[in-house]
Every structure is written in structure tokens, then in C-alpha cells.
């Protein structure tokens, strides 16, 4: 995203109107979110830089002996950790810039938190995929030049994704992509050389692997920021823009949760578990946040059955946003998750626990049972909204009794005011949130509408008024559930189809380079039969025939006739090519599949530039440490690995059995992720 911003005079929408940019990318878009997102890319930089000189004076420490120089780099260190200090602060500010993305509108809603896009350096493919394409084709790498081209240009479109449904449809088609590129292009025994870089949303700390499952972690989790962005720009001062809000941030929260499940010991901390369950939990309280929203959007009559439904609803909002705050501040995740947002969190919590109290309150105080009053539905919903009730208090003995009714609401009014100056004093104490505008207002403005309604109560005796109001039990109707990405609706095409039926052309299977075989008619017979899909295979083949005995194979798989190119043809197709040459000779050329060996490395690194373990480097290093007690290797996981709950599902379709020479095969179900190999160099 480091160049989203036009050149001077350069009209940013010119570009988008001509059908320049891919749809659902406009690089040119000079937008406050664009430019926070240059900011961010800027600071990643900076971070790096920082990273690289701690890491390179850490080195100089352990190595020298020489108290002077040992003196000079701890001196060095203590500037250079400062300075990442305060760059870590600068990226946390950019998390908490939320008004940037919200609606254009005026509206008096608390601000919603989205995600920021995960930053990343170029990839090029071309020479990688065009060795490979040489040497595991045996075709010319020269000839997909185009199809290259194509996947760097939607991977640089990746980058720049436009906050709405073609930016989504654009990342969902490109990661759906890199499953056609990872079994064409990715074999499990060996690297590419292709390297990709991403930097962590959080801390700015680059991630590099030469592993494909980090970018298509990375992507999923891009996917999911996105949905958080196009929830946060919805307008919710509509039933329609709050209805499209809380969908956004479902499904934000199922991408989340996939990339949990689906990809485990991720190596950048933004996409650990804890992090990711963290994640998930945030944008499904905004949605419960929404949904509240969404009731109250018409107003809120003064009636004794809306007001506890209210209570109930709003109950269930405070609720969890303080589950949100208190898996904010476990560890781990509590080192990198941006301090506003665990204090915005815990302000949520308050304000709106302070409103189930003012709305309790407003039905004991202005809602005196009369003699046409339904007595028993009003003890009913009185009742569902407490635990217990505090001791020589009745729920039909308060609705009756005008004292206790005054009594129990003046109390709930007391803790309502008690959590808005909560909500108030946290707010004014983060730096970053008092100097948002709106918070303070809606803050200020429920606070006071609190100690009004308290005001106008009669004047009691204080010594009076010993009930502790108690806690509210929460409640919705509109349960809040995470969707799972519908991957399936994004129709996508294999850039490199012409390669041939990947259930046989992929980086699994090995061939023997293309054999010209000239088939002569004999008695108008071929000497073989064909069968399969496609592409057709050799079967029943006469070992007599003049096919076999130029070198024709029972099995071989033809890939050509003629000159033209049938790797997709069924077998009516190419009988049909061999009935039109009649009783002349005929070249074919055909390959053969040979057993490939299934050698994996069994470890991983991460390049981290000096930054502190992470997750996968921790779990490494207890792995090694047990493998020098017991010297024995086990089968290590790679840092992004296929769900375990997966595995069996993925190896019937993608995982193709192997066999090493001279040993005896093993018929066991693998994922074809655990086979991907794993091995990272480090830089």
C-alpha cells in the first residue's frame, strides 16, 4: 500500500471510470484510509530498521569481552529500544485512528474498532515459475508469461482492495488462486525460492517464509480486516446500514475463526490463536453492539414491557464487552494488543451496563402498577431481570409498595451514575481516546441524563436508602453467531489450465519428459485401447504392437496428437482425432508417471529480523529440547499447518499417495499442507 497516492495533479478517479485498475482495487484512491495505511507502511519500514540494529548490537554484545565496547552498545541498545517504544505507540495510534473509517455522516454512536490491512513487500514469480514449469512441465516457461503476469497483477491488486463487496470478492479469488499455484508450483520437497514477507499488524515486525500458507494466512486475515472496515463505514443511522454492519462483522469474525482453526502455529502474533480468539470476540460484541442499535433505532417508548426488553438487550452488550476487556488483558495477548482498544472496551462495558441500570430504574420510577395493569406479566418480566433480589425485597411486593419502588430505582440510578464516571475517568485517562470527539460526547451526554433522572426523584431520608441495586441478568432475542466464509460463491478459473487436469498435473506427480511414438494402423487396429478422463491413459496395450515397440507403455498418460495439445480431451475426443488421419501414421507423444519420494524436511524457521519468540519459535524450541533428551527426532509441524480437524477430509481430494524406493509403503491419510515443505532459510 506504499503508493496509494496519486502523483500531483493526477485526478484519482479518473482511472477507476476507464476500467484501468481491476475491479475491486483502486491504488489511486487518496482517502483518509489510504493515507493511514501509507503511514502504516512507512512505520513498518521504520521498524524493520530498528529491529535490524537491535538485533545486529545483541550480536555485538554476546560476541566482544571488552567492557569499553560492551559499555558503548548497551548505551546503543537503550536508544534503540526506545526509539521501537515509540514507534510501536505511533502504530498503535494508526489502530485507534477509528474515525477515519467511519461513516460520513453526523452521527452520536460510539466509534466501532476495525482492523488495519496487513502490509506486504512484492513477490516476483516469474523465474521460479518459469524453471519450474521447464523442468516439472517439460514445457516452455516462455509461453505462460501472461499467466504470470496475471497472478503478480492480482496479488499487487491485493494490496490496495477497495472497502467493499468487489475488494472482498478480489482477495477471496486470489487466495482461491494460490490453491491452484500451491499443487501446481509448490512440491513437497523442496523450496521455490519465492519469498514472501508480511508484516505484523500489531507490532510492525516482518515475517519472511519461503512457505505459501503465510501468504494464505495472511490473505484470509486480510479478508477478515476488510469486513471489519466495511462494517465500521456502514451507516447506522439506518435499519438497512445497521442490518449490513452487523453482517460485516459476522462474518469478519467467521474469517477469524477459520484462520484459526484452518491454519495453527502461525509465526506472526496478530494471527496466533490467542490473538485470533481475541479478534473474534470484538467484532461479535460490535455486532451485539449493532443489534442493539438496531432496536432502539426507532426510539425507546416509555412502556413498562419495552423498557425490560431494553434492560435485557443492553445488559447483554456490557456483558460482552467485558468478556472482550478480560481476554484483552490475558497473556499473551495482552503485550500487543493496542492499549485503547482494551480501555475502549472496558468504556463500552461500563457505559453500557450504566444504561440496563437507567433503564430499570425508568420502569420502577415512572411506572406505578394500576388497578388495569396486568399484575401478573409485570411480576414476570420484573423477574427475569434479576438473580436474586436483596434481602426483605419481593418482586409483587415492589410493584405494589410506591416506597420500595422509589427506593430500588434511585438505587439503580446510583449505580448507572457510579459506572458512567467509570466510563468517563478510563476515558479521560487513555490519550488516545479522550481525543475522540464523539466518545467524550455520548459519554458526557448519558452521564448527565443519569444524574437528571436521579435529581428528579423526591428527596429521601439518605439513611433510608441502604438497597444495594442488584445485577441485571443479560438477555437478547437476537442471538449473534459467526458465518463462515462462502468461498464456494467466488467463481475463479485456474490461471494455468493449460498445463493440464490437476488431479494429474500438479507438483505431486513426477513424469518422464514427453516420447514421440508414430502409431501405425495395423488391420485397423491400434494395438491399445484408451480409458479415463482426462487426459486418456494407455490400456490393454498389445506388448506386439509397432506402439509398444517403440516404447509405448501400458498406462501412459497422451498429452498430444497430432501436434495439438489434448491434455483435457476424454476419450471420444481424441478416438475421434484418430479416426480423422484414417489409415495413415500418426505421431502421439505421451509421459509416463514416475514414483516420486516423499523426503520432508522436518524443520522450520522464521525469519524475524531479532524480534522476541514468538509463538512457533517457542513451541521450536521445546520441541529441540526434548529431542536432545530422548535423540529422537518426532515428526515437527510446520508454522502453518492444516487443521488437524481437516486433514482427513483434504487428503481425499488433494493428497496424492507417494512411495519411497525400497521401502515398504504405509497407507496412512496426510493433509496435502503437512506435506508442503516447510524449511524456511534464514536471512
Known sequence: MTDALPPRGCPAAEPAEDGYFRKGCNPLAETGRSKLQNQRAALNQQILRAVR???????????????????QVLLELSFVNSDLQILKEELEGLNISVEVYQNTEETFTIPLVPLGLKETKEVDFTLPLKDFILEHYSEDGSEYEDEIADLMDLRQACRTPSRDEAGIEMLISYFLQLGYVENRFFPPTRHMGVLFTWYDSFTGVPVCQQNLLLEKASILFNIG????????RCNRQTQAGLENAVDAFQRAAGVLSYLKETFTHTPSYDMSPAMLNVLVKMMLAQAQE???EQIGLPGIRNEFFTLVKMTQEVAKVGEVYMLVNTAMNQEPVKENIP??????????????????HYFIATILCDHELQSGDDEDQQE????????????GLMILTILKDKVQRKQLGKAHLRKAIVYHEEALRVCGLCKKLRNIDVLQEVLTAAHKRSLLKYAQQETEDDFLSLIQAPDILPKTEHKIETIAPQFSKVKVKDFFHRLGPLTVFSAKQRWTAPRTI??????GELGFSLKGGSPVQIHCLDPVCSAA??????????VSVGGVDCKWLGVNEVLEKFKSVGEQPMEIEVISCQDTAASMHSKCATYSVGMQKTYSLICLAMEEDKIDQTKKAPLKLPFLSWGTKNRQKAASTLCLPSAVAGSSQIKKKLSPFTLLNTESSLY
Open 518 to 523: 508414430r502409431i501405425h494402423h495395423e488391420a
Open 339 to 356: 492499549y485503547s482498544w482494551s480501555k475502549l472496551a472496558q468504556i463500552k462495558s461500563d457505559h453500557y451496563k450504566a444504561l440496563a
Open 380 to 391: 414476570k418480566a420484573l423477574s427475569q431481570l434479576y438473580d436474586y433480589m436483596p434481602e
Open 53 to 71: 540494529m537491535r538485533a545486529g548490537a545483541e550480536n555485538l554484545l554476546r560476541a566482544t569481552t571488552n567492557n569499553k565496547v560492551r559499555e
Open 290 to 292: 449493532c443489534v442493539f
Open 549 to 558: 515397440s517403440m516404447g509405448l507403455k501400458e498406462g501412459d498418460y497422451i
Open 225 to 232: 480486516a476488510l469486513y471489519t472496515q466495511i462494517g465500521t
